[in-house]
């Protein structure tokens, strides 16, 4: 696919260079290196044969993919809503597609964020309302943390973060990494919040850190960010308090969905029952702090981390013999699965770009030539 074509400035390249075609290849190989390594030391084909391969697997299994596609069609529906209707069903299938294969792939130093402004900035919605509804989602998705992670701390244990734990000592380095990334939590969604309340006051705030020595460096982006949390506060002040209750369910929806893919997952390739409620709210629990702690890892999507952490996470469900087989179908349905849809969506949305930017140049020069 041709980039420069469509390339106006040095933001967008560097977007656009992130979210190249052949990006995949990294996380692609982190993921599935540490798997096979996985296999190679530890799958046994005894316990991989006890499977009880037949209706129970296809049946979860199946409810898995749907649940994962229906988390999906709540994300879309949250992207149509904040858009306030700009985009229809069809669109924000597409753009919550991308914007998924660009978190997935773009390195931590450029962000989700940073890619999602650029792909709504394409779509011809208004500045304003592009930076609100990023903002907004960055807001929606640390309050569900800020909420969910203590409850489920709280409610079940330290058993909640890892196998056999009764005692926050039993966790060792696990405690404090999850409490470390609380706070960060904390902090980033505190900040966002009360810009919205109060921007003019967090505008000066940030304005001045964007004047310390060693962050000058990032100074444009640190004022850039202080002027959008006005434009933020402004915008959703308009907002109606029933818009704000849809985002927000629509956001715990699309969470609660993700996380609980892999209980699905698990109960399908091991002997567990649905019925065992404590185990599913354990399940669950785990896959909530084990995302967020590979969040902060340093590969794309959590590659290679995500499934090396995943057999210790899970040890007293799955035996670590099949443990890596069970990794490897549990990112096929929730991570492998939007690289690949990626790489059929991408290369024609930028066409699409690519053929309208020509359009409007056209449309421009006829009229200065009238």
């Not at 005894?46 to 709540?74: D, M, N, P």
């Not at 995500?306 to 179908?329: C, H, K, M, R």
């Amino acid at each position: 696919m041709e980039d420069k074509d469509i390339i106006e400035s040095q933001g967008e390249k560097e977007v656009l260079e992130s979210i190249k075609s052949n990006r995949i290849v990294i996380p692609m190989l982190l993921g599935v290196g540490v798997i096979f390594y996985l296999v190679w030391s530890s799958f046994e084909i005894e316990e991989f044969k006890a499977i009880k391969w037949g209706g129970k697997v296809i049946t979860y299994t199946s409810l898995a993919i749907l649940t994962y596609a229906l988390r999906h069609l709540v994300l879309s529906y949250r992207l149509k809503l904040l858009s306030n209707d700009f985009f229809g069903w069809n669109k924000s299938i597409e753009l919550s597609c991308i914007w998924e294969f660009a978190s997935a792939v773009s390195p931590t130093s450029l962000g989700g964020s940073a890619v999602a402004l650029f792909f709504l900035a394409q779509e011809k919605l208004s500045a304003a309302k592009t930076v609100t509804l990023v903002l907004y989602t960055v807001i929606a998705d640390s309050i569900f943390f800020m909420i969910t992670l203590p409850i489920l701390f709280f409610t079940l244990g330290p058993i909640s973060i890892r196998p056999e734990a009764t005692l926050t000592s039993d966790l060792g380095v696990y405690w404090p990494t999850i409490i470390i990334i609380y706070l960060f939590i904390v902090l980033y969604g505190t900040l966002f919040i009360a810009g919205i309340f109060r921007p003019q006051i967090m505008q000066r705030m940030i304005r001045f850190f964007g004047r310390v020595p060693f962050l000058k460096r990032w100074q444009d982006s640190i004022y850039k960010t202080a002027d959008d949390m006005v434009t933020t506060s402004r915008e959703l002040r308009k907002q109606p308090i029933l818009w704000h209750i849809k985002v927000f369910i629509s956001t715990f929806i699309n969470w609660f969905l993700r996380f609980f893919t892999i209980n699905f997952i698990i109960l399908g390739l091991t002997g567990l029952s649905i019925v065992d409620i404590y185990d599913q709210c354990v399940i669950y629990a785990r896959s909530e702090m084990m995302h967020s702690i590979t969040q902060f890892s340093p590969t794309p999507g959590g590659a290679g981390v995500t499934e090396f952490l995943f057999g210790g996470f899970y040890s007293d469900y799955i035996s670590s013999g099949i443990s890596s087989f069970v990794a490897l179908i549990w990112r096929l349905v929730t991570y492998y699965t939007y690289l690949f849809i990626g790489l059929l969506i991408i290369p024609n949305w930028i066409r699409k770009i690519w053929i309208r930017r020509k359009r409007d140049a056209r449309k421009k020069t006829a009229k200065g030539n009238a």
